[in-house]
């Protein structure tokens, strides 16, 4: 089987929700972008979420999207064996220092983990350590279903889904070519 690693985290000071996948898939890997599968409805749901055309955007411009409205992305896997892309075919994976970026991101308020295998690997490696704001508060967590063309649940109950997450994310501001008369 082959070693697989994850990508550095996308996240900034302003991050308010994390959302949390499980490792890269062969398309994400190829391409060293986040979610490059295109059956995949991650960068769809988001830009449902946020009012943003994030599948018409080059991965730069929506990285740079993301952030400017606090959402930043990781895996909880930071390497692992795995043929092919399915998260039930990782194997002897290394966590990554999910407690180090969680305390290292001042306003940050939600964590969502993009489907089960996210969640399972994630809440251990959270929880081992308490999950807890500076001010003693825990942080929202949110078990979302996979964005993953292999999760068959139909894009409109994904979407009713990870619509959670607007309540930690500002309004969505339409940018100046939106506004335009």
Known sequence: MT?????????????????LGSLPGEASLAQGQYYANRQNRFWRLLGDILGEDLVGMDYPARLRTLLAHH????????????????????????????????????????????????????????????DRHQNGDRHQILKLPSSSPAHTLPYSEKLSAWQALRAWLPEPQRSARHSKN
Do not use: M, Y
Not at 3 to 19: E, H, N, Q, S, Y
Not at 82 to 96: K, P, Q, Y
Not at 100 to 129: C, D, M, Q, Y
């Open 3 to 19: 070693l697989k690693r994850c990508f550095p985290p996308v996240v900034d000071a302003g991050t308010r929700v994390l959302i």
């Open 71 to 130: 959402v930043g992305l990781w895996d909880v896997v930071a390497q692992a064996r795995r043929e092919g892309s399915l998260d039930s075919n990782i194997r002897g994976h290394a966590g990554n220092d999910l407690l180090g970026l969680v305390e290292s991101l001042p306003n940050l308020v939600a964590i969502a983990f993009n489907g089960g295998t996210a969640a399972r690997i994630g809440l251990k490696l959270i929880e081992a350590h308490g």
